[in-house]
């Protein structure tokens, strides 16, 4: 049982004269201290600990969205901080720009920018394009990576009346800030054109940036179709990753003969 043994005058350097309390608990003593002094230390505690629960519901909400965004297994720990610059100049312009269109995303959806990628296998396309995802999501959008197969798989997967229809499919990729297509006019036909058209022209009027990644520009215009070809050209930056395929640095050189 607590018992007040004695009381006396006591100076705090913050708040001036109080009263402190000689408290008594199974033997042991103990004077109390400042009470303004007590109320700003729970205070500090109670704010801190709100921020902290702010910051572990902000850290789940972006590792839920990171799970919808469809990246794949093999790109998980993929970033900007360990994406490999060792290829020159070009591929850091390269890098810059995309960094820079990531951190300034609010900045590219109202200038409603779109970008192309292409270049051979291994350039990094999908590496730089899953960074820039991630750090959209770090600063509150929305993002998915897929590929013109997956849309087209989606919308057809409708026609067994699964309870969705193919409006709502095509309004998921529509109404998410920043879509990414992946193989983007590999094995196209008539209905995909279709779809891909809907799509980036509903996303170009919301001002909602796609990217689109493709292996080359030769014959884009006529495997994607005039229309895409033409929208995706409005406001649009076009990055040409025309360095080695990183995994043939990989392949050791066989020793000449002597």
């Not at 042991?28 to 729970?42: F, H, I, N, Q």
């Not at 960094?99 to 990628?117: E, H, I, P, S």
């Not at 013109?148 to 309004?171: C, P, S, W």
């Not at 779809?195 to 990217?211: A, D, G, H, S, V």
Request: overall charge positive.
């Amino acid at each position: 049982m607590f018992n007040i043994k004695d009381i006396k005058k006591v100076i705090c350097d913050t708040h001036g004269e109080y009263e402190s309390s000689l408290w008594e608990f199974k033997g042991s003593e103990t004077w109390s201290g400042c009470l303004e002094c007590t109320k700003a230390r729970l205070s500090l505690k109670h704010k801190e600990r709100c921020i902290q629960g702010v910051k572990e519901r902000q850290q789940l909400a972006i590792q839920s969205l990171l799970k919808r965004s469809a990246i794949p297994v093999g790109f998980n720990n993929v970033s900007f901080d360990n994406y490999n610059l060792d290829d020159g100049e070009e591929q850091s312009k390269v890098f810059n720009l995309c960094k820079r269109f990531a951190t300034n995303f609010k900045v590219a959806k109202q200038n409603n920018v779109q970008g192309v990628f292409f270049g051979n296998t291994g350039t990094g396309k999908t590496s730089l394009a899953i960074s820039i995802i991630k750090k959209v999501i770090e600063d509150g959008n929305t993002a998915i990576f897929t590929s013109m197969a997956d849309i087209a798989y989606a919308i057809k997967e409708t026609f067994n009346n699964d309870g969705r229809t193919e409006h709502m499919v095509l309004q998921g990729f529509i109404d998410i800030d920043l879509l990414v297509i992946d193989e983007c006019g590999v094995n196209f036909n008539e209905f995909n054109k279709e779809k891909l058209f809907y799509i980036i022209n509903k996303r170009f009027e919301k001002c909602n940036p796609t990217i689109i990644i493709t292996n080359n520009l030769d014959d884009f215009e006529e495997r994607i179709g005039s229309r895409v070809f033409s929208r995706m050209q409005l406001s649009s930056f076009i990055l040409n990753f025309n360095w080695q395929d990183y995994r043939k640095k990989l392949i050791p050189t066989p020793n000449k003969p002597i």
